[in-house]
């Protein structure tokens, strides 16, 4: 009687067991499923080219002796078009606006051996083209994004600093705001911008110098994980199959604006389906080592994925 009791105990202990197998083995399935439908490989999948990196300062004592921070590409017949900040501390404290292109997106030509601006601090800046107008939201000195014009991209109108207000007029608290990403749809203009990189926000306008939060609540916070507990700031974002892709950057450390503090920057993915709630991906970064600010290009055929900061790096689909 006992032994019979005992081999039913066990058999029940062997089916629970199994069963429970089999269900983590399908939720794992599902949440792989679901992942890939969130985030799909060509949001988050890519390999770093062997010639890598394709553009940096030039070492030598020019004014772009070196580059720093979020740069940005587009590609447009045929031609890929880049602006960045180049500084040299030797010469001058302020980051100037420099242009290159390239036909195959790999090797660059600089437009000029001068800054395309000469008397204005651009840094960290945001180039789009609506209704045949490029515009460029920048960070100014202090981190203060300012917004400038062009009809070709390389002769820039000054426009002065934007003003962002609360869901209630008022204007928000005084200090930087910067790292400003632009996007457009249905006439609709958005902005995402953070603040000594603790948050991002998000804005709307019409005009794209007078922003007002749509929420004053932050959109994307910092962490929980390690890669950006530190800090964030947007890049990009992209529409892709019904879905928003924000490409963003991050940081583990911080304490990253004190000085002499060394901290690693990576390059991170987070999705939406209505531009105010983001999920992040579950395996960011998506690039290994110190290589931030992504810009993710299409060039009619695939998406190439560009770290800025704080040497040009091109990642291709796996």
């Not at 067991?17 to 083995?25: A, L, Q």
């Not at 979020?70 to 602006?83: A, V």
């Not at 460029?136 to 300012?146: C, F, N, P, R, V």
């Not at 928000?172 to 203009?189: A, D, L, Q, R, V």
Request: proline share 4%; charged share 25%; glycine share 8%.
């Amino acid at each position: 009687m006992n032994i019979k009791i005992k081999t039913t105990s066990l058999f029940s202990l062997f089916l629970l067991i199994m069963v429970g197998f089999s269900c983590n083995t399908k939720t794992t399935k599902s949440e792989k499923s679901n992942l890939s439908e969130d985030f799909p490989e060509a949001m988050v999948q890519f390999s770093p080219i062997v010639s890598n990196p394709i553009f940096q300062g030039t070492g030598t004592e020019t004014w772009d002796k070196q580059i720093r921070e979020r740069g940005y590409i587009l590609y447009e017949d045929g031609l890929y078009k880049m602006w960045y900040s180049g500084y040299n501390e030797g010469i001058s404290e302020v980051k100037y606006l420099g242009y290159a292109t390239s036909k195959d997106g790999i090797n660059w030509e600089r437009f000029s051996e001068k800054p395309i601006l000469k008397d204005i601090w651009v840094e960290d800046m945001h180039v789009i083209k609506y209704n045949n107008l490029y515009y460029m939201l920048a960070e100014g000195k202090g981190d203060i994004t300012h917004l400038l014009t062009s009809t070709d991209g390389i002769n820039w109108d000054s426009k002065g600093d934007i003003s962002i207000f609360k869901v209630n007029g008022e204007p928000i608290s005084e200090g930087p705001y910067g790292t400003p990403t632009m996007w457009i749809e249905n006439g609709k203009i958005y902005l995402y911008y953070e603040r000594d990189d603790e948050a991002i926000w998000l804005a709307t306008s019409t005009d794209f110098k007078n922003w007002t939060n749509m929420q004053d609540e932050a959109v994307l916070e910092k962490g929980p994980k390690e890669y950006d507990a530190g800090a964030v700031a947007t890049n990009q974002i992209i529409k892709y199959q019904g879905k928003y892709y924000m490409f963003y950057h991050g940081s583990s450390n911080p304490d990253w604006m004190k000085p002499g503090v060394e901290a690693l920057w990576t390059s991170n993915v987070a999705m939406s389906t209505d531009l105010i709630h983001w999920t992040k991906y579950p395996q960011n970064p998506i690039v290994e080592g110190d290589h931030s600010s992504p810009i993710l290009v299409f060039d009619g055929i695939k998406y190439s994925l560009f770290t800025m900061h704080d040497k040009v790096w091109r990642y291709d689909p796996k």
